[in-house]
């Protein structure tokens, strides 16, 4: 069994260093604190974590609410959250969130966890505060819908979804667009809801008219997204050139309808997505989208959290996304009289 000294020899430092490093101490230099990391790393060091949860009344574990693992986007953020919450010595569990499973929570996560990272939840306030009263810290990967009406506040980590907008509607309107529509998740997960408003605001600050009939409902996945806008152009009753998609997978389903009811893209339809994930380079076309930095804003996500259980001084970062333009809005004229694009 690795113990704590093989660590400390590994690495060329005491135990008391190791030991620092594994509870977060302020006082160790980051040059010394990368390479305790390393050797931990390197020979698969598990701390003793009953023995610390005794000690401490910690239990050095984390609870992470998920959405939906079928999508990449959450699976590549909880790879970065659960490596750096092991560099920190904490373990994770992950559960599946259901809005009406919620109150349950507050049994099943009781003397387990010692704090709960959200993936964009909107969690009930009496929920959020009954944690808060324990002394478990909540904070969200993603910004949850309403969050400046919500009590209390939860610190969240995320991109500012307002100036990602606007770049992707610019973009939009200088292949020729004037009518963009949205497709988002419904209720399926509140952060969702969080990209609608940017969008919004969004076309307002370009001088685009936002109509509520341009909004199609794709839940969050592939083949809702590719059933409801299916159904709109077989019935012919969309009016807009351009569509953009909450997330990447309801992007890719949009192609795919459109590939199902032979309408081209971007010539007929442009379609872009949020969130950059692997399968956006790979669909016919590419997928333009929004690159959201995800191990950045993963790990930062993990470490605001555990700063706050651990009693550091933890500060909210600040992360921005990048417009990765691919074959799906390219266009190369359009005709203004009937927004066709040719």
């Known amino acids: ?27 160790v230099k980051e040059e010394t604190r990368q ?62 969130y259901k809005q009406e499973e919620e109150d349950e929570l507050k049994g099943l996560f009781m003397g387990r966890v010692d704090g709960i990272l959200l993936l964009g939840q909107s969690l009930k306030p009496q929920v959020v505060a009954h944690f808060q009263t324990l002394g478990m810290p909540i904070v969200s990967v993603l910004k949850p819908e309403g969050l400046e009406r919500s009590e209390p506040i939860i610190p969240y980590v995320d991109v500012d979804w307002e100036d990602e907008m606007v770049k992707i ?3 939009l309107q200088q292949q020729g667009h004037t009518r963009i529509g949205f497709m988002g998740g419904g209720d399926t997960a509140q952060h969702y809801g969080v990209r609608l408003q940017a969008f919004i605001h969004a076309l307002r600050e370009t001088g685009c008219t936002w109509h509520s009939e341009d909004l199609l409902n794709g839940e969050g996945r592939f083949e809702p997204a590719e059933r409801a806008l299916h159904a709109e152009l077989i019935h012919q009753s969309i009016h807009f050139t ?7 997978l309801m992007a890719a389903g949009c192609i795919a309808a459109c590939r199902k009811a032979g309408v081209q893209v971007p010539q007929q339809l442009a379609v872009a997505g949020c969130e950059d994930i692997l399968m956006s380079s790979q669909t016919d076309p590419p997928l333009t989208a929004i690159h959201y930095p995800r191990p950045q804003i993963g790990e930062a996500a993990m470490r605001l959290l555990l700063d706050t259980i651990e ?6 970062p ?15 004229e359009i005709d203004r009289s009937t927004g066709i694009i040719r």
Request: glycine fraction near 6%; proline fraction near 2%.
């Open 169 to 171: 509607v610019r973009h």
């Open 35 to 96: 390479k305790v990391l390393e050797a931990i790393r390197e020979l698969g060091y598990q701390p003793n974590l009953l023995a610390q949860s005794l000690k401490t009344k910690k239990s050095r574990q984390i609870a992470v609410l998920i959405n939906y693992l079928g999508n990449p986007f959450e699976a590549g953020l909880l790879i970065n959250i659960e490596q750096h919450a092991k560099d920190r010595g904490y373990f994770v569990f992950f559960q599946t």
């Open 318 to 332: 600040f992360s921005s996304g990048e417009l990765v333009i691919r074959r799906s809005t390219e266009v190369s």
């Open 311 to 316: 009693g550091h001084t933890a500060e909210t």
């Open 1 to 27: 069994m690795v113990t704590r000294k093989d660590v400390a020899d590994r690495a060329g430092v005491s135990s008391a260093v190791v030991s620092y490093v594994l509870n977060n101490r302020e006082i």
């Open 242 to 248: 351009a569509l953009v998609c909450a997330n990447d």
